[in-house]
């Protein structure tokens, strides 16, 4: 009870006040503006204040961003930034004013996440930027500027990226030229037209841009690369860029370029990605669109675009594809945009398309010539929303982004749900079962862990209730589809076998302290058994903490990150170790009582453990058969069973079963089963059969 008591206290003590979310006061905001700035007056009630120069004149704006695109991060709340904005639209400053990122709160600290937010400075709001790093040689000579990103916390970034993007876009449309934008258009689902492509080209919807080599080579005319691209200059006339750009988004259109397979794909895209517009491009002459290192889902390199003279962010929407008859044939890609950033389909928007030319043959120099083509779709293909808030969309660049780990995954967990289901009998009785148990926790901690990332943590549950008091979106939950499809095998794994599959199976952390375990049994450490009344004492504790946990929720929303630590998951799976020495110190005892006590953690104090237990409440059926002679007379399940899950009744206690299979493989081994031994004596102990 000491103990109890003492985890308790400590979590009380770790409870802070909460923190607000309210948009900072003048006092607050003049500590972030630095000379030669000033903070001047405020100009609207959403966080927007002009900047003065050392002179007091006009230089530009400073806001904050979680007023202006209040997008979720994983925590559930917004990342407030604050951005101070020139009067040419160049970036002075982006700094850090508040966030709940799990992964750089006590993971990785703040310290990369304010690094990244260095980048901005110099740049302009007219210059297209994207997060990642360019391939190969596709960043020479492009137009993009590239972010490096922070690893293992690229969702985040590209969060908070497009969170700064869509407010200072914001401010520059309406504080910087002026311009009121409506709610931007929607394509309307109840528009029906039979249209052909044909119809498109008459009607102006298919726009086309022909450059010849001849007009290639006049843009070249009088630089260093006049004379480098031999093919324009043998055919003058030959086509170098014969390019069509036409929304898909509006269905009548899509049906009239796309073939019915390829409708339905791009129907399924728009329901997962609800915002973006997707736009199709095809090129019948040599420019090819992109570069030869492009890598899909990323931003093309050789295309931009810009609506109001601010720049539109394209990326592929990596969507495999046919077109009808008839339509021009060449290289075809669909590419994305946002409409949360401002893009408005119905409205001029302009398609810029760069070509280069190289000049020397080591480390040569590229120079570049860009071609415009002006496009609009009709307003009677859309649909304009009321204003107000629009429920933010899931975000499928992260499932784009992690293709080949969610193939993995979705190869191997079915697998085990086989193995552990209809397979669970013959499982349990292969000779080399305890073998293979271990090789598949290696795979998990590997795998699905360290490379994965997908260790689960009560701070995923305690950030959706918060997201549901708060009224929020839960989109931000598909940011991180790795650890997505791990919680919904964990909530299947409920109702057949309660927490045994998460807690036995699928925890990376449980699977370090089951190796831990191993190795101090191979150490011929002596182990450590906890007295059964007290083994029933400290199982308590882990819900203690749970009730903790969510009451912090309500109490003190902002501490719950740094509650949550409790859980050693963040220092041993996230960072590999590489933290400050107490979190590191504080996951290593757990590993190293886990090597005298098996599982202590797992067993006592994971809240997330407790919080799997009640989830396996749901469970349909008892699937540990059980005989009439288990718990009287026989109970050498109950002695060998590590976790204490089974009475001396013979009853299981699912709640605390990890579905280890020990019981099984004892039930079906007739060299160790009493009542089996004791049928293979002829004497009597079978009697009763199997409950």
């Known amino acids: ?8 206290v400590l979590l009380a003590c770790l409870i802070p006040l909460p923190l607000a979310a309210d948009l900072m006061t003048r006092d607050q905001l003049t500590d972030f503006v630095q000379a030669p700035y000033a903070l001047g007056a405020p100009v609207n009630d959403r966080g927007v204040w002009s900047l003065l120069n050392s002179g007091g004149a006009e230089a530009g704006y400073v806001f904050e961003t979680q007023e202006l695109a209040p997008l979720p991060g994983f925590s559930g709340a917004p990342i407030n930034m604050l951005v101070m904005l020139d009067l040419e639209g160049r970036f002075i400053d982006v700094r850090l004013i508040h966030h709940n990122e799990p992964i750089f709160v006590s993971g990785l600290g703040e310290a990369p996440f304010r690094k990244f937010m260095e980048q901005y400075r110099g740049h302009s709001i007219n210059t297209p930027m994207v997060v990642g790093t360019p391939y190969g040689q596709g960043g020479a000579g492009s137009d993009l500027v590239y972010l490096d990103g922070v690893t293992k916390a690229t969702a985040s970034v590209r969060i908070a990226h497009e969170s700064i993007l869509a407010a200072t876009l914001q401010v520059a449309r309406e504080k910087m030229q002026g311009i009121d934008s409506p709610p931007p258009a929607r394509p309307d689902p109840a528009v029906t037209e039979d249209l052909s492509w044909a119809d498109l080209v008459d009607q102006g919807i298919a726009r086309n841009l022909r450059v010849t080599n001849g007009e290639l080579d006049q843009a070249f005319a009088g630089t260093l690369w006049a004379q480098d691209d031999p093919i324009a200059q043998a055919d003058p006339d030959g086509v170098f860029l014969d390019l069509w750009v036409i929304d898909i988004g509006p269905p009548s259109i899509a049906r009239a370029v796309l073939t019915p397979a390829s409708v339905a794909d791009l129907d399924r895209f728009s329901r997962v990605s609800p915002d973006d517009e997707p736009l199709l491009v095809i090129d019948t002459g040599r420019h090819g669109l992109v570069s030869p290192d492009f890598v899909r889902n990323t931003a093309p390199d050789r295309l931009g675009a ?38 408005d389909p119905a409205r001029d928007w302009t398609l810029l398309v760069q070509a280069t030319r190289e000049h020397g043959m080591f480390q040569p120099q590229v120079g570049s010539a860009h071609f415009s083509l002006v496009s609009q779709t009709p307003e009677r293909f859309f649909a304009r929303p009321s204003l107000g808030p629009v429920a933010l969309p899931a975000w499928v660049e992260a499932l784009r982004h992690r293709q080949a780990d969610l193939i993995v995954l979705a190869v191997c967990l079915p697998a085990l749900l086989f193995a552990l289901g209809p397979g669970m009998q013959r499982l349990a009785r292969h000779p080399q079962f305890g073998r293979l148990r271990l090789i598949l926790l290696a795979g998990m901690t590997g795998f699905v862990g360290w490379w994965g990332q997908g260790q689960l943590s009560i701070v995923t549950p305690l950030a959706v209730m918060r997201t549901v008091i708060d009224g929020g979106s839960l989109a931000y939950l598909l940011y991180d589809p790795f650890s997505l499809m791990i919680w919904a095998i964990a909530a299947v794994g409920f109702f057949l076998w309660g927490r045994g599959l998460f ?59 740094r509650v949550a630590e409790v859980e050693p998951f963040k220092t041993a799976i996230t960072t590999y170790f590489l933290r400050d020495w107490p979190y590191v110190a504080y996951a290593v005892a757990w590993l190293v009582l886990g090597m005298v006590t098996f599982k202590g953690f ?4 994971c809240p997330l453990g407790a919080l799997m237990a009640l989830g396996g409440m749901v469970r349909g059926r008892d699937w540990i058969e059980r005989r009439k002679e288990c718990g009287s007379p026989c109970q050498l399940c109950r002695v060998k069973c590590a976790y204490g899950a089974i009475e ?29 031994v004791l049928a293979g004596k002829g004497r009597p102990g ?3 059969g199997r409950t």
């Open 1 to 8: 009870m000491m103990m109890l008591r003492a985890l308790v």
């Open 306 to 343: 810009e609506q109001d003279g601010l720049p539109v962010a394209l990326r592929d929407a990596d969507l495999l594809f046919s077109t009808l008859p008839g339509v021009p044939e060449g290289v075809a890609m669909i590419l994305r945009t946002d409409r949360r950033l401002g893009f």
């Open 503 to 561: 807690c036995g199976w699928l925890c990376p952390f449980g699977a370090l302290q089951e190796f831990a375990h191993h190795l101090g049994r191979r150490l011929g450490l002596r182990q450590w058994v906890v007295p059964d009344l007290w083994d029933r004492r400290l199982k308590r504790v882990k819900y203690v903490l749970l009730a903790g946990l969510v009451a912090t929720v309500f109490l003190a929303p902002g501490s719950v990150d």
């Open 602 to 605: 797992c067993r006592y104090v």
């Open 648 to 676: 001396k009744s013979g009853r299981v206690n699912y709640s605390e079963c990890f579905q280890c299979l020990d019981c099984v493989t004892l039930y079906h081994d007739p060299k160790q089963c009493v009542p089996l």
């Open 686 to 688: 079978l009697k009763g």
